[in-house]
């Protein structure tokens, strides 16, 4: 199994969770997060005062998938999240041991099914 982690500009979100349900992917996680990279902020004046925003706001996107699916996954966010400008993202891809469904006690690929 794969973990795959998306970073994304939250303007995007919608059209991820698009992808989401086209794929028939079970689970999904999503977290509205700061940080920072190439983009590096911007500045403003506030109240007469330079004021420098170095992060900004992203939506992250957790999902665990077989890894036959990884590819596949990974490469449809990547392209509905793409823009071509600094600030588009990230996409992590990570191996997953094992899951336990609490409720059923089902296991690895089962679990995330």
Same mark, same amino acid.
């Given at each position: 199994?794969?973990?795959?982690?998306?970073? &994304? *500009?939250?303007?995007?979100?919608?059209? &991820?969770?698009? %992808?989401? =349900? +086209?794929?028939?992917?079970?689970?999904?996680?999503?977290?509205? !997060?700061?940080?920072?990279?190439?983009?590096?902020?911007?500045?403003?004046? !506030? @109240?007469?005062?330079?004021? /420098?925003?170095?992060?900004?706001?992203? &939506?992250?996107?957790?999902?665990? $998938?077989?890894?036959?699916?990884?590819?596949? %996954?990974?490469?449809?966010?990547? #392209? *509905?999240?793409?823009?071509?400008?600094?600030?588009?993202? +990230?996409?992590?891809?990570? /191996?997953?041991? =094992?899951?336990? @469904? &609490? @409720?059923?006690?089902? @296991?690895? $690929? #089962?679990? $995330?099914?």
């Amino acid at each position: 199994m794969k973990k795959i982690e998306a970073y &994304i *500009r939250p303007e995007k979100l919608e059209e &991820i969770k698009e %992808v989401i =349900d +086209k794929l028939n992917l079970n689970g999904l996680s999503v977290m509205q !997060v700061m940080g920072c990279g190439n983009q590096k902020g911007w500045t403003e004046f !506030v @109240r007469g005062v330079e004021v /420098d925003y170095n992060f900004l706001t992203k &939506i992250k996107i957790e999902t665990v $998938v077989p890894d036959e699916q990884a590819e596949a %996954v990974a490469s449809c966010i990547a #392209d *509905r999240a793409y823009t071509g400008e600094f600030g588009d993202g +990230k996409i992590f891809i990570s /191996d997953v041991q =094992d899951a336990i @469904r &609490i @409720r059923t006690g089902e @296991r690895g $690929v #089962d679990a $995330v099914k």
